[in-house]
Nanobody, 120 residues
Framework: QVQLVESGGGLVQPGGSLRLSCAAS????????MGWYRQAPGNQRELVAR???????NYADSVKGRFTISRDNAKNTVYLQMNSMELEHTAVYSC??????????????WGQGTQVTVSS
């Protein structure tokens, strides 16, 4: 069974920074894609950023230039560095991975989510 453990959420002032981490543990052969999604109150969950095992990235237009996604394949961990944060970045941020088991089965896993609040 594969688990994702997120950390790094919290309260930050406008213009501040936060770094989220998500570590995968368990039994699997590889993690193809690791990403971050967010859901603000009253809104649908949306993609923030994702990164492939080879390092290719894509971002939501709203976070380009502010947020940076990276991963450490040796640690099976993905990071989201969030800079110049604004009030509208307040949301529950959830980690997501596309994981392959040794059997070859590929499936999507979600973390429990971490609250990020931008407020003065």
């Amino acid at each position: 069974q594969v688990q994702l453990v997120e950390s790094g959420g919290g309260l930050v002032q406008p213009g501040g920074s936060l770094r989220l981490s998500c570590a995968a543990s368990g039994s699997f052969s590889s993690i193809h894609i690791m990403g971050w999604y967010r859901q603000a109150p009253g809104n649908q969950r949306e993609l923030v950023a994702r990164i492939t095992s080879s390092g290719a990235t894509n971002y939501a237009d709203s976070v380009k230039g502010r947020f940076t996604i990276s991963r450490d394949n040796a640690k099976n961990t993905v990071y989201l560095q969030m800079n110049s944060m604004e009030l509208e970045h307040t949301a529950v941020y959830s980690c997501n991975t596309v994981t392959q088991l040794s059997s070859g089965y590929v499936y999507t896993i979600w973390g429990q989510g971490t609250q990020v609040t931008v407020s003065s």
